[in-house]
């Protein structure tokens, strides 16, 4: 035990300059295995003391190292688990609670013994708590000799000695000494004796000090008495003192108390006069604005710009933040009665002219002098919007103080503005629709002209469409064509119908939202509400703040219903426009189309009310636009040829170019792209599907040869128009193409020499069932007479008169448009090659040294063919 306090006192509290008063060997409670640490007790050696506990541990190289520090007045409660049972756990309430097992249970009464003593010289309120500790364990007797001191009392320490580091005094004189007996190693009997010596010595010493003192003791104790008794005399007049000075204290209390009240008493009395003065400031309206607001003159513009001011200065008052309590004085309840006298007067003066207003620029002329020139302008009303704008804060002032007289104004409003543009939009769109026509009856293309000649009407199916640039229709049934330049014409104009809407209907909405504060109120409403949530949300993280997206769309939803019931008139106009020409060429819809996808896709504002009015009649147009592709659609599938001579290229094949070239010139390089190239595929493949049908159906032309010139025609068609989507259709295109072409040689050129095919087909058989090549002519069957007699049957004029029958057969199926003929009898010649090799070959295989030949060579074949052509 020596050697442990030697080591924590050199090692640990020497560098730091304390004493070491207590320690324990400890380990931390609930875990099996961990390194065994000191908790040490120690004070400083310099006044005024300070006493700490250190955490002490030992590294693996056996060297002591302090891990934590604490004073002990940090100490707030000592836990000794057990008050009557032997237990060597115990906790220490810290800056936490730790708990800790001791190695030895001596240590543990010591090491609690001294923390109770020092923690006993603290005042009573920072002493700690000893909770379950033995009760002999801290009382004062077993603690006679204080611990301060370095003293540990013998009932306390479990050793017989106490050990007590040397002072730098003692250290000197004991080295010293040392110094004096070096022999003290070799002898130690000699050094006991020395000291021995020296010992006695300095006992006389101490005795004969003691005597000679005993007079000057007894001098000391007298002067101790008088002491006392002037220590008395002081301590008398002390307590007068104090008396004296505790009557003076009571006074002056008292007068601070008093001094207390009266300066309450003076600030509520300055509060009060403040609060008087403010009210009266915030409350009173100056006469001249009385008069301004009871005699408002609205005609003149000094009289309006006094309105302006004197209503902006009634609201001011009106609005004035004044406590809730106070509102319940007389006063201020019969000024806020003079308020609202005023404001309805006012507001009376104000409905009554604004309401006049509006009725009589409802009938606002507009600029109409732009519609007189060249150009196609919808007029505007600037004017108007400028002579209102002069009362745009009296509208404000008056949607703030009187939302009933609001609303009326708003719907005369818009009652007497949506009239004055309904007018004009129908004069617009009238002075439009005649610049469409301005050619119309130079080319025949009128809606007159169609009602004069009903066989432009012709019905191809159950929904009674016209047959004008009908896929399925014959291009002699198709109504007048109206000319390229007359459908560009249109696309200016709608582009211009178009044009013209978007800068008044923005003119009037900017008006609208400024002249009315639309939104402006709702949008307050959500600043303040997101400062409330902000601040909130400061408190309470969890708290959900207001949607910003939210209220920008209320506020669309406000502006966009004003300008709805304005111009309700817009949507219908312009679908009864877009309707009025698509009787006359359905090609205009597509025009249609095209524009109101440009003027939506690019608005900047989506949510403005024409963006949403355009893309409503989008809608509808598109609606229309896919009726009428399902119109083409239906003409395809509900097509049948003329059933009297030749079939030829069927119309929806040939009438699909006209159609592809008018689509991809509107349609080029647009947003509806993607729209034209679905009902390309639908189309093309609804021309796949009924040309079959239609080949299978006629009574005349062979089927193949119906399907082999249109799909030859459509294989030209989409490889001149080079349509991307179209690309593997094409390539279809030409595959049925030349299946056709091979079944209508197959079919109808077949086997000119039939005898001789079916000679070597029995050959061939033969030679199937194992006889040989070279004994095939020992069969009686295939014998080389036999040959001889079926290769005479086919002379060479024979062959050319059948080629020629052949020919005008051929000449007779094709139509003139498609130029296949050629084509045709190349490959028969082709074909009639392929069989004469054929039979060559077998005569060379099983007939060798026959001298059998056919009458003609290949050669001859080729002058046939091609006398043939020539001739015809």
């Known amino acids: 035990m020596a050697t442990i306090r030697h080591s924590l006192h050199q090692e640990i509290l020497q560098p730091l300059d304390e004493r070491l008063l207590a320690y324990v060997q400890v380990n931390k409670a609930l875990k099996k295995k961990n390194k065994p640490s000191y908790l040490v007790v120690s004070v400083t050696k310099d006044p005024p003391t300070v006493a700490y506990i250190h955490q002490v541990k030992k590294s693996d190289k056996y060297t002591l190292k302090k891990k934590q520090s604490w004073p002990l007045n940090a100490l707030k409660a000592v836990d000794g688990k057990s008050s009557t049972t032997e237990t060597l756990d115990f906790d220490l309430h810290l800056d936490k609670i730790y708990k800790w097992t001791a190695e030895n249970g001596q240590e543990r009464k010591n090491f609690i013994t001294v923390l109770y003593k020092e923690s006993s010289n603290f005042p009573s309120k920072d002493r700690p708590v000893f909770i379950k500790v033995p009760k002999e364990w801290i009382t004062t007797e077993m603690l006679d000799v204080p611990v301060s001191n370095g003293a540990v009392p013998m009932e306390v320490s479990a050793d017989a000695e106490d050990y007590q580091a040397l002072s730098e005094k003692e250290e000197a004189d004991l080295q010293q000494l040392m110094s004096q007996c070096g022999f003290a190693v070799s002898n130690a009997e000699q050094f006991i004796d020395t000291l021995a010596k020296h010992l006695s010595i300095l006992d006389g010493e101490n005795v004969q000090s003691v005597l ?37 204290r009571t006074a002056m209390d008292k007068m601070e108390e008093k001094n207390t009240l009266i300066a309450i008493a003076n600030k509520n009395n300055h509060k009060l006069l403040m609060e008087l003065e403010n009210i009266v400031h915030e409350l009173e309206l100056p006469s001249k604005h009385q008069i301004a607001l009871t005699d408002a003159d609205l005609t003149s513009p000094q009289s309006l710009q006094d309105a302006i001011t004197a209503a902006k200065a009634l609201q001011k008052v009106m609005n004035a933040k004044i406590h809730p309590g106070l509102l319940q004085l007389a006063a201020v309840q019969d000024q806020k009665k003079r308020f609202e006298k005023w404001k309805t007067k006012f507001s009376q003066i104000l409905s009554h002219h604004l309401n006049n207003m509006f009725i009589y620029l409802g009938n606002d002329p507009g600029e109409f002098r732009a519609m007189i020139g060249p150009d196609l302008v919808l007029p505007k009303h600037t004017a108007m919007h400028r002579e209102l704008s002069a009362y745009t804060e009296l509208m404000h002032w008056c949607k703030a103080m009187d939302r009933k007289a609001f609303n009326s104004l708003t719907k005369v409003y818009t009652n007497s503005i949506s009239k004055l543009y309904e007018r004009d939009v129908k004069q617009f769109l009238e002075d439009a629709r005649q610049r469409v026509a301005a050619g119309q009856s130079k080319m025949g293309g009128s809606k007159e002209d169609v009602a004069s000649k009903p066989w432009l009407s012709v019905s191809v199916s159950s929904k009674s ?10 291009r002699e049934l198709w109504a007048q064509e109206v000319s390229p330049a007359e459908r560009l014409r249109f696309d200016q104009v709608f582009e211009r119908v178009l044009s013209e809407l978007e800068p008044v209907c923005l003119s009037e909405q900017n008006f609208c939202v400024h002249f009315f504060e639309l939104g402006i109120q709702k949008l307050r409403m959500s ?21 910003q997206k939210k209220i920008e769309k209320q506020m669309h939803e406000e502006v966009r219903k004003m300008m709805a019931e304005i111009f309700n008139c817009i949507e219908p106009e312009i679908l009864n426009f877009l309707n009025h020409h698509e009787k006359i060429d359905p090609v205009f819809r597509m025009y249609g189309l095209v524009r109101l996808s440009q003027h939506v896709m690019s608005a900047q504002d989506t949510g403005s009310f024409l963006s949403m009015t355009f893309g409503t009649i ?10 009428y592709m399902q119109t083409q659609l239906n003409s395809i599938q509900d097509c049948r040829p003329v059933r009297k001579g030749k079939c030829g290229i069927l119309p929806f094949v040939y009438n699909f170019e006209e159609f592809a070239r008018t689509t991809e010139q509107i349609f080029k390089d647009t947003e509806r792209r993607a729209d034209l190239d679905k009902w390309y595929i639908k189309l093309v493949g609804a021309i796949f599907e009924a040309i079959p049908i239609v080949a299978a159906d006629h009574p005349k032309t062979p089927p193949e040869v119906i399907k082999m010139e249109n799909f030859h025609h459509l294989y030209d068609l989409l490889s001149r128009l080079k349509i991307g989507v179209l690309d593997s259709q094409r390539k279809e295109a030409k595959v049925k193409y030349n299946e056709a072409l091979k079944a209508y040689v197959t079919r109808y050129f077949g086997r000119p020499l039939e005898k001789l095919n079916l000679f ?36 060479g004029k024979e062959v050319h008169r059948g080629l020629e029958q ?38 060379q295989r099983c007939y060798p040294g026959s001298m059998v030949t056919l009458d003609f060579t290949i050669d001859n074949i080729l002058q046939f063919f091609s006398e043939i052509a020539r001739s015809h």
């Open 527 to 547: 600043q303040s509400q997101s400062e409330d949530a902000l601040s909130a949300k400061k408190d309470d993280p969890k708290t959900p703040s207001t949607p």
């Open 212 to 248: 000679a003192s005993e007079q000057q003791v007894a001098a000391l104790m007298r002067q101790i008495d008088t002491a006392l008794e002037q220590v008395s005399k002081v301590e008398a007049q002390l307590q007068s003192y104090d008396d004296v000075l505790c009557h003076i």
């Open 760 to 795: 070597f087909e029995g050959v061939q058989a033969k030679v199937a069932q194992g006889v040989k090549e070279s004994e095939i002519s020992y069969q009686m069957a295939f014998s080389k007479q036999e040959l001889r007699k079926v290769v005479k049957e086919y002379p």
């Open 465 to 474: 469409q016209p047959s004008a640039s009908l896929l399925g229709v014959d």
């Open 806 to 843: 052949l020919y005008r057969k051929v000449e007779k199926h094709l139509c003139e448009e498609e130029n296949l003929l050629q084509v045709v009898w190349r490959a028969m010649q082709e074909e009639f090659i392929v069989q004469y090799k054929h039979i060559d070959d077998m005569i």
């Open 618 to 627: 989008l809608v509808q147009v598109k609606r229309n636009y896919d009726r």
